[in-house]
């Protein structure tokens, strides 16, 4: 599975709009771009993922740029629970191992009021 | 409610003694999978299961086993071989093959002394 890089840490103002970057720019043709995130002591809970197309869900945009090697995760109106780690991964779909989770360290988001 | 549940949520053991952490799903998921996260670390993966009585080493299975005698449940047993075993250990479970999703549990978070 392709390498992530994500900066570490970011903070956010409450009620703003949140983006975080993510770079793969080893990304093949057939892996996917996943979002999850971490809240402290807790699961990570799945948001959004995609293959070339942007993506749109209930919780957040995904936007992969045309030559696939870098994403950005927008949370369009940041509130006090979004204070997580959010986790950039990329893999493949089929087959048994594709299935694995690769998780770096991810970017530690600070909402702010 | 669908889920999965891990029991229990923290769990003490003296070093040299084996224990085994629970993780039951009632999505009807084929594929499981057990992760270790250790403080300010992403995850990794410790063994998966594709399917009932087969299941797979993951990137760190050495000091632990599984077992998937039913498609719900997905045991993980902390041998006393493993060197560090405090760790937060998540379970996961999703659809056995394409680009879905992994829904996690809310983990263990196991301490050793």
């Known amino acids: 599975d392709a390498k992530t890089t994500q900066p570490p840490s970011m903070d956010c103002a409450e009620g703003r709009a949140a983006n975080l970057p993510c770079n793969h720019s080893?990304?093949?043709?057939?892996?996917?771009v996943y979002w999850y995130r971490q809240i402290h002591s807790q699961g990570p809970q799945y948001i959004i993922h995609?293959?070339?197309n942007n993506e749109t869900n209930e919780m957040a945009s995904l936007i992969i740029t045309e030559d696939r090697k870098s994403s950005t995760l927008i949370l369009p109106h940041a509130t006090l629970r979004d204070t997580a780690v959010y986790y950039c991964?990329?893999?493949?779909?089929?087959?048994?191992?594709?299935?694995?989770?690769?998780f770096g360290g991810g970017t530690r988001v600070l909402v702010k009021p | 409610d669908g889920g999965i549940t891990q029991s229990p949520k923290y769990l003490f053991r003296k070093e040299g003694q084996n224990v085994t952490l629970s993780c039951e799903q009632n999505?009807?998921?084929?594929?499981m999978y057990w992760y270790r996260q250790d403080p300010g670390q992403g995850l990794r993966l410790i063994y998966y299961s594709q399917i009932v009585n087969d299941f797979q080493k993951g990137d760190i299975a050495e000091g632990y086993s599984v077992s998937r005698e039913k498609k719900e449940s997905f045991p993980l047993t902390v041998t006393s071989a493993q060197k560090n075993p405090t760790a937060f250990y998540l379970c996961a479970s999703s659809i056995r093959q394409g680009p879905y999703e992994q829904y996690f549990g809310p983990g263990t978070r196991l301490t050793v002394t």
């Open positions: 995609g293959l070339k």
């Open positions: 080893t990304i093949s043709g057939n892996e996917y």
């Open positions: 991964i990329v893999r493949v779909a089929h087959g048994a191992a594709g299935n694995k989770l690769t």
């Open positions: 999505l009807n998921h084929d594929a």
